[in-house]
């Protein structure tokens, strides 16, 4: 496999119809939490292609598909928003409200590659991407009970946890950082 530090963002519209379907698969994996399903994908794409169903303060969606080369290996939706707070938040210490607009990511990545480092590196070339010039900030929620995304998560350098919320009767986590990121470096075995 190439390097995850390396991927190159494609917009849901400008990949074919059989990487669609590929990717779109990956949300029925069996290990896949049930909060990651096609229903949530499929949204994230049409919030995309139809403004009429954004939120109030969205200011923008964009659905890409990460490569590492010529190999699809991560769905990436970013919303670009004010920042809204959940109507039940306890934010950390650390936190502040923020002044200008966040972009805000849901990953989700092939699950044969689980644990190589695409999530991160997905979110890296997000980041980068031109659309993202705008955002103060940068932002995911993870629910407390996807152990494999707060893993991933946490290995990433730049990250501050800003405090959880419930949604849904489940407790989520919210995750923010300003500038790039970077893998946590990890002793060479």
């Known amino acids: 496999m190439g390097n995850p530090a390396r991927l190159t ?14 990717v779109f698969g990956w949300a ?4 896949m939490p049930a909060h990651a399903s096609q229903a949530m ?10 403004p009429e169903i954004r939120l109030h303060d969205c200011l923008a969606v964009h659905s890409w598909v990460a490569y590492d ?3 699809s290996v991560a769905f ?3 919303e670009l928003s004010r920042w809204r707070r959940p109507e039940v938040f306890s934010p950390s210490e650390s936190f502040s409200e923020p002044t200008g607009p966040w972009m805000s990511f849901s990953t989700l990545v092939d699950p044969e590659l689980w644990g190589r480092g695409y999530a991160g590196a997905a979110k890296m070339a997000a980041c980068e991407h ?3 010039a705008p955002a103060e900030a940068f932002h995911v929620c993870i629910r407390d009970d996807n152990a494999r995304s707060l893993s991933a998560i946490v290995k990433l350098t ?3 946890d800003i405090g959880t919320s419930v949604d849904d009767g489940h407790q989520w986590r919210h995750f923010r950082w300003r500038y790039r990121l970077t893998p946590v470096r990890t002793s060479e075995r």
């Open 9 to 22: 963002l494609r917009e849901w519209v400008a990949c074919d119809r059989d990487t669609q379907t590929r």
């Open 28 to 31: 029925s994996h069996e290990l």
């Open 41 to 50: 994908m499929a949204l994230s794409v049409a919030r995309t292609l139809r």
């Open 69 to 71: 080369g010529q190999r």
């Open 76 to 78: 990436i939706s970013a």
């Open 130 to 132: 031109p659309m993202a």
């Open 158 to 160: 730049g990250i501050e």
